[in-house]
């Protein structure tokens, strides 16, 4: 049964840093790209960063450039998000998905991804 499990989420203080995983059971990851996404309550869920299935290819969106990066350990069967000084509006619940376009360079709309987790929480508060 193919599976991705987050983890890593938490309660951190406005400026500081978490990061979350992304594990995959049941199938390789090596033939997917992975996205990240998030979803704050009340709102849509919005893609974050993706990367392509040998990771050659990155995208962020602009809320997150030069404060999130994405990377992937194929032998781990794992995918990473490092993400730095963390704000209140990062809050929300983190998903990854996987698509089986494995050469996706750029960050794509939530229901073209193929696989999903079950998420893991993020809140930033003082």
């Known amino acids: 049964q193919l599976q991705l499990v987050e983890s890593g989420g938490g309660l951190v203080q406005p400026g500081g840093s978490l990061r979350l995983s992304c594990a995959a059971s049941?199938?390789?990851?090596?033939?997917?790209?992975i996205g990240w996404f998030r979803q704050a309550p009340g709102k849509e869920r919005e893609g974050v960063s993706c990367i392509s299935s040998c990771g050659g290819s990155t995208d962020y969106a602009d809320s997150v450039k030069g404060r999130f990066t994405i990377s992937r350990d194929n032998a781990k069967n794992t995918v990473y998000l490092q993400m730095n000084s963390l704000k209140p509006e990062d809050t929300a619940v983190y998903y990854c998905a996987a698509s089986t376009i494995a050469t996706m360079t750029s960050l794509v709309q939530w229901y073209e991804m193929d696989y999903w987790g079950k998420g893991t929480l993020v809140t930033v508060s003082s």
């Open positions: 049941g199938f390789t990851l090596d033939y997917y790209a």
